[in-house]
């Protein structure tokens, strides 16, 4: 049987820090994927991700009975993340491989092309914006844990995440030229 995220937390805080390593195995790599996405800097994101269960160790006594693994750690990327970038501005954006198999090389070109759009698009966005977005759709944390994490009402956190979206796709729309419905004018009729 797996032991759960707390249960090891906790066995790490008991003393038992062989349980870390499972942690680091099971995180690593979503953290990594935060400062990633959040700076567009693979070597920073490295760094920064190996800060963060240093910190956890370092901190593994704040790790109550209540607490939820995934916030606590991501409470202290968040607090990494802002004592490291106080007066920094995220680099540009540097471009992925996109695999898609199937489709013809002009379309692998458009979809490349579409996801660098929105690539930037993310990184314009207001650093709480982006951060919200990053915390909802990429690591796919629940609004109640988003809630927590923010100290806010789970309803703002709806509320938020959707202006941000809203404010994300009018910045796509706008970088890649593309009208959105709302922009194609009707035709007048006399």
Known sequence: MELTDKTLMLAVKAGDLDQFGVLFQRHHNAIFAFFYRMTADASTSEDLTQEVFIRMLKYRNTFGEDSDLRGWMYQIARNLRADHFRHRVPQAALLQEIQADHASPSQRLEQKERVAVLHQALLALPEDRRELLILARYEEMKYEQIAA????????????VHRALRELREMFFKMSGEETACDVKKPTTI
Request: avoid cysteine; proline fraction near 0%; aromatic fraction near 0%.
């Open 149 to 160: 994490l923010l100290s806010i009402e789970v309803g703002a956190v709806k509320v938020r």
